[in-house]
């Protein structure tokens, strides 16, 4: 039996009136909503409810689902005790999404629990649903750092298990939405809050969940977001599936953004085949990157690719331009997969004799040097898309308001601390913002003074 229906909630503590004492008041909108969905959950009387929560065990390669028998969980942290619940787990099904993910190569199981007890993210619809009597197992799940394609076709894993046991399940995608969306709210304001909870709120209305798949990683990192992942597995647990969708709630009163939708699962429908398709386009787009890569491009790969598959660093070829032969100076080159930042390391002035040979050991110290990220391996090298960034001369400035975010990137400096930021990034269109992220990577105080550069690239990718 396929899914049944699913559900995308939030999880404000402070929606329950143990939590907010009167403050829950401000979410009337989300608790009318889930007062909606809890009483049709109650009416499917699902055989299971599974959860994808962003505050589970979550690791950046590998999908978690809880082992064992079952979790208790409280928010004690809340300051609210006896908001305390035990849920028993459908160990069978676990068992079975487990066995089809390894079978589909996506790395998920019941492996490095590291939170045992019910997070708040699962407790809090769960204790709203055992509160109106719905109570059946549970399987709660924790999102990964994996791109979006992953998530979906774990998602396709869970519907998979779900038909093969002939369960009536419900799955239920915990997360909220932006938390920068004032300056009051827990991580303050950024643009980008609004602009990406207006992207996955229409994206919710219509079921469009190619949309949802194609927002993009830096906006929903610059909004603060933490539901974006739980709702790509529902997606992907909906595949191939025409659904009925309604966005019942949006209000973000104290600057985390809550939506609250319902998606009730139809007949098959092949046109809803959202994972297939952003394959599709995720091919064609490296396809097309690697036909028309320009010389720098070409050489920023070709170096990468020998280093990582020989350990040898490539000389540089007769057949360079002159540019690249001649000229002198910083370069970046920045790495990305499926729309993530694989590894970027750059220069600000030239430490080489040429353009080209900057290019070879950066290239190379991006893919095995970037301590954000383990080295590159040779089974990731096709889908790899590389950025190489030609740094101009920097020139000092009085201020900010000289800066151009689009034009210029910014050298921000404290005596040897230095942080630098390039142009024309997504999400960054005032010149405060680029000196406050500049300031931040390298690590100097906003009260701190500094002395202010900028400086002109070309890039190529």
């Known amino acids: 039996m396929p899914i049944l229906a699913a559900f995308a909630l939030p999880h404000p503590p402070i929606l329950l009136p143990e939590v907010g004492h009167g403050k829950e008041r401000k979410l009337a909108k989300t608790a009318l909503a889930y007062a909606q969905i809890v009483k049709r959950i109650g009416e499917l009387a699902p055989d299971v409810l599974i959860i994808t929560s962003p505050h589970a065990t979550q690791y950046a390669d590998y999908f978690h689902i809880s082992p064992g028998s079952g979790a208790s969980g409280s928010l004690t942290q809340f300051n609210a005790p006896a908001v305390a619940l035990t849920v028993a787990y459908d160990r069978t099904l676990v068992r079975h999404i487990e066995k089809i993910a390894k079978e589909r190569g996506l790395p998920a199981g019941t492996m490095g629990e590291r939170i045992p007890s019910l997070d708040h993210g699962s407790l809090i619809p769960l204790w709203l649903l055992n509160n109106a009597g719905v109570k059946c197992p549970v399987v709660r799940i924790g999102i990964s750092g994996l791109p979006a394609l992953s998530h979906y076709q774990f998602g396709t894993c869970i519907a998979q298990a779900v038909d093969l046991l002939d369960r009536r399940a419900v799955l239920i995608a915990s997360g ?140 540089l070829p007769d057949s360079l331009a002159a540019d690249l032969r001649r000229a002198r100076a910083g370069v970046f080159v920045s790495l990305k997969k499926d729309g993530l930042l694989r590894g970027c390391i750059g220069t600000t002035e030239a430490t080489t004799d040429c353009i080209g040979n900057e290019i070879i050991r950066n290239a190379i110290s991006a893919a095995s040097s970037d301590p954000r990220f383990e080295p590159v391996r040779e089974d990731e090298l096709d889908e790899l898309l590389y950025h190489v960034d030609v740094l101009g001369a920097p020139e000092p400035i009085s201020s900010p308001a000289e800066l151009e975010p689009k034009r210029y990137g910014v050298i921000v400096q404290n005596g040897m601390r230095r942080g630098l930021l390039l142009p024309d990034l997504e999400g960054i269109d005032t010149a405060e913002r680029q000196v406050e992220i500049a300031r931040r990577k390298g690590g100097i105080q906003p009260d701190e003074t500094v002395r202010l550069y900028r400086f002109e690239v070309v890039r190529h990718h």
């Open 176 to 315: 909220d939405l932006s938390h920068k969306l004032s300056e009051s709210g827990p991580y303050g304001f950024a643009p980008e809050g609004a602009a990406f909870d207006q992207q996955i709120t229409d994206a919710l209305q219509t079921g469009d969940f190619g949309a949802m798949l194609s927002i993009s990683p830096d906006l929903a990192d610059a909004a603060a977001e933490c539901g974006l992942r739980s709702f790509y597995i529902m997606a992907g647990a909906l595949d191939h599936k025409a659904v009925n969708a309604a966005l019942l709630s949006y209000e973000g009163p104290f600057g985390v953004g809550y939506a609250v939708a319902a998606y009730t699962v139809g007949d098959d429908d092949n046109e809803r085949s959202f994972g297939e398709k952003l394959e599709r386009a995720r091919q064609e787009t490296l396809h097309q990157a690697k036909a028309h890569e320009d010389d720098y491009v070409r050489l920023a790969r070709q170096s990468l690719e020998t280093y990582v598959r020989n350990g040898t660093i490539m000389p």
